[in-house]
């Protein structure tokens, strides 16, 4: 697979910043839902927008959300909506920000305020 990507549990990984045609690869490898955790442009214009990301996940059947996150870390109220997410969003899921760093923060935190992780 050209996208590293690492699995917190048999439903849920994490991933760097993914590009509009590695999603067919997503797609392959059999996730049925994306979780964009950085922020549009965070990178620089060359970075692809949400906006992009889900019209070509859409297109592939994959479900998409958005839930921007600073650089510096998750607040306890991002935390529970990526608990939310996670427990109503198809599995297996895969959530990407620039290193993936912020997304297992953010998925550490909504497991420690008791949010349900997929397993």
């Known amino acids: 697979m050209n996208f ?17 045609d590695q999603l067919q690869e997503v797609a392959d490898a059999g996730f049925r839902t994306v979780i964009c ?3 549009d442009f965070e990178g620089g214009p060359a ?6 990301m889900q019209e070509a996940a859409t297109a592939l059947g994959l ?3 958005y839930l921007p996150v600073s650089p510096y870390g998750g607040t306890p109220e ?4 990526m608990g939310e997410l996670m427990s109503q969003l198809p ?5 990407y920000c620039a290193s993936g760093g ?7 935190l ?7 992780i997929p397993e």
């Not at 590293?4 to 509009?20: C, D, N, T, Y």
């Not at 997304?103 to 550490?108: N, S």
Request: positive net charge.
């Open 4 to 20: 590293p990507h690492r699995w917190l549990s048999e439903k849920l990984a994490i991933a760097g910043q993914l590009s509009v």
């Open 37 to 39: 955790n950085r922020p």
């Open 47 to 52: 970075q692809p927008t949400a906006q992009s």
């Open 63 to 65: 479900q998409f959300a």
């Open 78 to 81: 991002e935390a529970m909506k």
């Open 91 to 95: 599995n297996p899921l895969l959530a």
């Open 102 to 108: 912020r997304c297992m923060g953010l998925i550490g």
């Open 110 to 116: 909504a497991a420690q305020l008791g949010q349900p």
